[in-house]
């Protein structure tokens, strides 16, 4: 065992079905469907009015739409009943991706708009994040600067809910950061309604690890508890990827190339050489980010799942194709061979780090045993595990450890062994092998008779090329600014 954990700290991880029977109840609380839409569902006018700016893509193209339009306020219509229109109480949109969660989707898109208005249910296929922050949002804004008091309200209240898997909800989020960097605050809260495979930032703040069973009624007491939830704080993370100009490389999703790279060199050394032509990549993360042998699993997964999409149509299928597959990879068996691909990665990788409260890089020497390596925001990593543990306080002194927290700053690095090792930390029999908690990642990498790394960050895998005698470098550092999140316990 690696380290030791408290018993009597609290249990984090639950169950997926628990979780499912969880999303079903609200302490007993019955909703009742028109209080419910008072809360939430903005006037019409409103409503019809960010829809046809995010059609139109323009900010005032909803001009139409406001009662006396050619006033630019909001005035007696016959909509309101002859009186001023009323923002609701904490006005909710939801973004849903209908490929989430098999069959659910469509039906789960379907019932939404029932309680909410279509204008309020936005389907990822048909409006894509950025449209509704760049449109959407600005027209409430467009509104608000020409006297809309109720459209004011509405933007300095609006909530967000996402039902997706982790992937769909970090590119909600990172489409909502762009608020925080052109000043247009505040940046709505998020929360999340799990229809993924792993759901792990669901599971953190409190909605849950998968689907509810009895979803119909579920849905109405997720959306009340969409309005009423505390806000909490999540700390995003930053890479930088700089690798030889030429390089081959099918970046995932959350990777986009860079037109300027600059990366903090004060105080390290270069084990190997830098290409005079470089090219750059830079993404955000939420959750992890891992290099070594769970990636190259995942990688290979991704691919067997875009080939025959057949054997994973949901997140119970997901899981068995996946565990099936990481043991035909050299994972739990590593054969009698001279296959560099299946030794440690000390061999390719060399690792510093600013611990807390340090400006200085720090080089952690990597374990000869350790075949992935991860950096973790979260308590949750690998759908509701908890592989850094719930670390008892003489520890953690120790170690120079603080506890772990989604929003102190830091990131957990540990490493997974092999297969067997990996599976005893799944199931929590022991913790991973703890490696530090950092302020700010380096990573360098280097080829030698390897001619691939892998490497994943939430959830998305990709395979890069390394070259013998040059380095590639990453580098990992937290956004300045926080996520909100909405909590649902």
Not at 192 to 199: A, E, K, Y
Not at 317 to 330: D, E, F
Not at 399 to 419: N, S, T, Y
Request: glycine fraction near 10%; hydrophobic fraction near 35%; proline fraction near 6%.
């Amino acid at each position: 065992m690696e380290s030791p954990s408290s018993s009597a700290t609290r249990v984090t991880v639950r169950s997926s079905m628990m979780d499912s029977f969880r999303g079903c109840s609200l302490s007993g609380i019955r909703i009742d469907k028109e209080d419910l839409k008072k809360k939430l569902v903005m006037p019409t006018y409103i409503r019809f009015a960010m829809r046809d700016s995010i059609r139109l893509k323009d900010p005032t193209a909803g001009d139409s739409r406001l009662p006396g339009s050619h006033d630019l306020v909001a005035v007696p219509s016959e909509e309101n009943g002859g009186e001023d229109a009323v923002a609701p109480e904490m006005p909710v949109v939801v973004f849903i991706n209908p490929k989430s969660g098999g069959r659910h989707g469509p039906m789960l898109k379907e019932r939404l708009q029932l309680l909410m208005g279509e204008e309020q249910v936005f389907d990822l296929l048909d409006v894509k994040p950025h449209e509704f922050v760049q449109y959407g949002l600005g027209c409430l804004e467009h509104l608000a600067e020409h006297g809309d008091k109720c459209a004011k309200e509405c933007r300095q209240k609006i909530r967000v809910m996402v039902a997706g898997g982790d992937g769909t909800v970090g590119w909600v989020l990172g489409c909502l950061s762009v608020l925080q960097k052109q000043g247009r605050e505040p940046v709505p809260p998020v929360g999340v309604i799990p229809l993924g495979t792993g759901n792990d930032l669901s599971r953190s703040f409190g909605w849950g690890g998968s689907f509810p069973f009895a979803w119909k009624s579920a849905i109405k007491k997720t959306l009340y508890r969409a309005t009423t939830g505390p806000i909490c704080r999540l700390d995003s993370w930053n890479i930088l990827i700089q690798m030889p100009d030429g390089t081959v490389l099918e970046p995932p999703h959350s990777l986009k190339l860079a037109e300027e790279c600059t990366l903090d060199e004060v105080g390290l050394e270069i084990q190997g050489q830098l290409a005079e032509k470089r090219t750059c990549y830079e993404g955000v993360f939420y959750n992890y980010f891992s290099i070594g042998m769970d990636a190259q699993v995942a990688y290979g997964f991704h691919h067997l799942r875009n080939e025959k999409p057949y054997l994973a149509q949901g997140p119970i299928s997901n899981k068995l194709v996946y565990s099936g597959y990481s043991c035909t990879q050299g994972w739990f068996f590593t054969p009698c061979t001279s296959d560099p691909s299946l030794r440690g990665l000390r061999n390719i990788l060399r690792i510093h780090v600013k611990k807390v409260n340090c400006s200085e890089w720090e080089q952690i020497p990597v374990p000869s045993s350790v075949r992935a390596i991860v950096a973790l925001n979260l308590h949750n990593y690998g759908s509701g595990r908890n592989p850094w543990g719930n670390l008892k306080p003489d520890y953690l002194e120790k170690r120079g450890f603080v506890e772990a927290h989604a929003d102190d700053g830091l990131l957990e690095i540990f490493g997974l062994k092999q297969g067997w090792h990996a599976s005893f930390v799944m199931v929590e029999l022991i913790s991973a092998k703890h490696i530090a908690q950092a302020a700010a990642i380096r990573l360098e990498v280097r080829g030698g008779e390897w001619k691939n790394a892998y490497m994943q960050m939430d959830g998305e895998p990709w395979k890069q090329p390394m070259d013998e005698e040059l380095s590639t470098l990453v580098e990992i550092k937290r956004v300045p600014y926080q996520s909100p999140m909405i909590s649902g316990d």
